[in-house]
């Protein structure tokens, strides 16, 4: 699994939880709606620092806590 995939993957876990879709999500944080469909779509590869925070801040957790999940914590990603 890449990063991507796991930032992907976590954003999408936490909606569920937060029973949020990820149109609501996209006004929450204030990015747009085509930046957040493009960060879990996996086409931009590199999400920025400031875009995940944002992402973060949406849901209500820190940054910390965004990435605080064993995927990223226990595996060794994939090169991109």
Same mark, same amino acid.
């Given at each position: ?5 796991? /930032? ?7 909606? =569920? ?23 879990? =779509? ?12 944002? /992402? ?15 995927? /990223? ?8």
């Amino acid at each position: 699994m890449t990063y991507s995939e796991m /930032i992907s993957k976590r954003i999408l876990d936490l909606c =569920k939880k937060k029973k949020i879709t990820a149109n609501k999500l996209s006004t929450l944080s204030g990015l747009s709606h085509s930046t957040l469909e493009n960060i879990i =779509k996996g086409n931009t590869k590199s999400a920025g620092v400031r875009s995940l925070h944002r /992402i973060a801040q949406g849901l209500g957790i820190t940054l910390s806590e965004f990435f605080d999940f064993s995927e /990223i914590n226990e595996t060794v990603p994939d090169d991109e």
